[in-house]
């Protein structure tokens, strides 16, 4: 079973950038596709964005499309949200998901679909 860590999160001003980095340890890295998903207090999960396991697809919510840029290196086995223009309404906890798949599983928005998750970074962004 895949393990996830998140780090990178933090404190910015509105149309500021960060990085959240998703470091994964256990086996088979190359066969698990990965989304980031984020809770704001009092508000459900949500999708933020997906990378397919050959890495060649992603997909965004429609809040964050055009700002946000989801990538993975397979040698270090990390996964990478780059966050730029960030707005206040990105204020939550960001979570790290892995599912593993088959090369030509569609991909999904669902959370329930994931089945390893990491421990979540909290992203503040000031007004």
């Known amino acids: 079973q895949i393990q996830l860590v998140e780090s990178g999160g933090g404190l910015v001003q509105a149309g500021g950038s960060l990085t959240l980095t998703c470091a994964a340890s256990?086996?088979?890295?190359?066969?698990?596709?990965f989304g980031w998903f984020r809770q704001a207090p009092g508000k459900e999960r949500e999708f933020v964005a997906l990378i397919t396991r050959n890495g060649g697809s992603t997909s965004y919510a429609n809040s964050v499309q055009g700002r946000f840029t989801l990538s993975k290196n397979n040698d270090r086995r990390m996964v990478f949200l780059a966050m730029k223009n960030l707005k206040p309404e990105d204020t939550a906890v960001y979570y790290c998901?892995?599912?593993?798949?088959?090369?030509?599983?569609?991909?999904?928005?669902?959370?329930?679909?994931?089945?390893?998750w990491g421990q979540g970074t909290q992203v503040t962004v000031s007004p």
């Open positions: 998901a892995a599912r593993q798949t088959i090369l030509t599983a569609s991909p999904t928005t669902a959370a329930d679909d994931y089945r390893s």
């Open positions: 256990g086996p088979s890295f190359n066969r698990y596709a």
